[in-house]
């Protein structure tokens, strides 16, 4: 590993910032690159007539760099360098130069606006882009008509990602809107079950991944690396999570071991990983004579492939395993993976720990990319997204009602339970 000698932005004899050609020196063996100068990094961002930086170190800036400075900031540093870079003093000259560079400053754009669509949610970036776009027109048509074409593809995105957040607040005001009480549960005919919406855990197993690929696909890698973003639609992610193992605890067991199974073939390990917190959860863990009419056999294999011992050994071991098999792959099912998402002493930023972290998203947006292959149950996904779910309490007394108390605490847990639901229903 070669350690740069000197992490500070090289100064020149004259108390000047040395040009970008000894920055570059600085910093020139990227992979290999340990330390830097927040200075020196952004410097070695910006193109120049005869310098393009390497993609990989491109996406590790830009992914890392939030958490030094706001990407405003960044945008508004390399813009202005790129075009300062370029003056001379002679005007003619000076477009001649900018002529050069503009497609590279282009490239590095795009680069930016389609691995990091969501920046460009801030008015201000958007704004910092019109006026580069109004700069390149003055320089080079063809760069031009490049950056509409970049910019109109970012809008499209962006546009996607709006209609995504109102679907998902809509879903979830569905949801709320038919509150899950226990008395509207237990009426016949009032509710159905997921048997009746589906029977047969593979078709279940993929719509539900329907659900994560479609979920996934809209989680920006900036989410993912920090925890300063904003992170909305992570959010959704892990809260659909929890839903979804409220909804298994709700079902109830023998069905949904199955599907915990044919979520595992499939690579869905964040649905099974639901699946299994929902079978855990001890209103459900309790119902002995429900369990006793299961072969867990299958469960105690699933479970033990997501053991939190050893860090996650068994399931980061079946993780590396789907990888690879997804690297090889020939079709799009045999493609999904579906995961469970500082500085040095000397104010030098720690770029060998950033690369590591850009891996780790990179192979996350690999996975965010794949086409879900299976035909859409739209019934069934309406279902497992929008149908009312038993709170904690109303999970507990349904337990109860489904198998009495075995003792005392239990019994008293069950009255208590039950005046307090009523007097909330009363409310209500």
């Given amino acids: ?94 477009k ?8 590279k400053l282009v490239q590095l754009l795009t680069e930016w606006t389609e691995t990091f669509p969501y920046d460009f949610r801030d008015e201000r970036m958007m704004r910092c882009l019109k006026d580069m776009s109004s700069h390149v027109a003055r320089g080079d048509e063809y760069s031009w008509r490049a950056m509409q074409q970049m910019t109109q593809r970012l809008i499209k995105r962006l546009s ?27 009426a016949a005919g009032q509710r159905n079950d997921v048997l009746s919406v589906c029977d047969d855990p593979f078709v279940l197993a993929q719509q539900l991944t329907h ?24 959010e959704a992610y892990v809260n659909w999570f929890n839903r979804l193992s409220y909804l ?18 499939i690579g869905n390990f964040n649905s099974l990983m639901a699946i299994i917190t929902g079978m855990n959860m001890s209103p459900v863990s309790r119902l002995k004579k429900t369990w006793s009419k299961v072969n867990t056999d299958k469960f105690d294999i699933l479970e033990h492939q997501m053991d939190p011992s050893s860090n996650f050994s068994n399931y980061r071991t079946a993780l590396r395993g789907a990888t690879q098999r997804s690297e090889t792959a020939h079709s799009s099912q045999e493609k999904i993976v579906i995961p469970c998402a ?3 002493q000397n104010g030098h930023i720690n770029f060998e720990k950033l690369w590591e972290l850009a891996k780790q998203v990179s ?16 019934r069934l996904l309406q279902y497992l997204v929008t149908t009312p779910v038993f709170s904690e309490d109303e999970l507990h007394l349904a337990s109860y009602e489904s198998e009495g108390p075995e003792n005392n605490m ?17 409310r209500s």
């Fill in 160 to 186: 996607a990602l709006g209609q995504y957040e109102e679907a998902v607040a809509a879903l979830n005001n569905v949801a709320t809107e038919r509150p899950a009480s226990l008395k509207s549960k237990q």
């Fill in 342 to 344: 500082s500085r040095l």
């Fill in 248 to 265: 298994v605890a709700t079902e109830i067991c023998m069905f949904f071991i199955d599907v915990a199974q044919e979520c595992f073939n």
């Fill in 363 to 378: 192979e996350f947006l690999v996975w965010r990319q794949v086409v879900c292959p299976f035909e859409r149950d739209r």
């Fill in 1 to 94: 590993v070669l350690v740069t000698p000197k992490l500070m932005t090289p100064m020149s004899s004259t108390g000047h910032h040395a040009s970008h050609h000894s920055v570059r020196r600085e910093v020139q063996f990227v992979h290999n690159l340990v330390s830097a100068s927040l200075e020196a990094l952004i410097q070695h961002l910006v193109p120049t007539v005869d310098y393009y930086p390497d993609r990989s170190y491109v996406f590790t800036f830009l992914l890392s760099s939030r958490l030094f400075l706001h990407p405003y900031e960044l945008m508004t540093r390399v813009c202005h360098l790129c075009v300062e870079q370029q003056r001379s003093g002679d005007a003619l000259l000076d």
């Fill in 410 to 426: 239990e019994k008293d847990s069950r009255r208590s339970l039950r005046s307090s639901l009523l007097h909330r229903e009363n």
């Fill in 211 to 234: 659900i994560e690929l479609d979920r996934l696909s809209f989680i920006g890698p900036e989410e993912v690396s920090s925890a300063s973003a904003k992170t909305n639609n992570l």
């Fill in 96 to 103: 001649i130069r900018f002529r050069e560079v503009a497609p």
